[in-house]
């Protein structure tokens, strides 16, 4: 059985912000797990706050994204949270790089 997955679009005049609880459920996976995955640094809270309190962690849509990317690194390539995130710091350097190539491509005259 294959597990569906969530993919939320944002526009500029939606704003979605998620609970702890509300990502757990979308994502499919435990608390514990998430607040690993923000002290790897692989998501943010939107407010961060100084002592972990799950009541008052909201998400964005780009947060469960960026969830949903990592749970497919560690369950497709069964990576640990180190692997993800390195992989996912790797991953946004090259869409980084890749709208520099085509900002620069722009600006090369047309044939």
């Excluded at 059985?1 to 435990?30: A, D, N, P, W, Y």
């Excluded at 008052?56 to 780009?62: K, L, P, T």
């Excluded at 995130?85 to 090369?108: C, F, G, P, T, Y």
Aim: charged fraction near 25%; aromatic fraction near 4%.
């Amino acid at each position: 059985m294959s597990k569906s997955e969530i993919v939320i679009i944002e526009s500029q005049h939606e704003h979605m912000l998620f609970t702890l609880e509300e990502i757990c459920e979308r994502c499919g996976t435990h608390v514990d797990i998430i607040i690993e995955m923000i002290e790897y640094g692989i998501v943010e809270p939107v407010e961060p706050i100084e002592q972990p309190t799950e009541s008052v962690w909201y998400f964005d849509s780009h947060a469960l994204v960026r969830l949903q990317r990592a749970q497919r690194l560690m369950n497709g390539l069964e990576l640990n949270l180190s692997g993800v995130a390195l992989s996912l710091e790797l991953m946004d350097e090259i869409d980084l790089l890749q709208k520099h190539i085509d900002v620069l491509k722009n600006q090369l005259p047309s044939d």
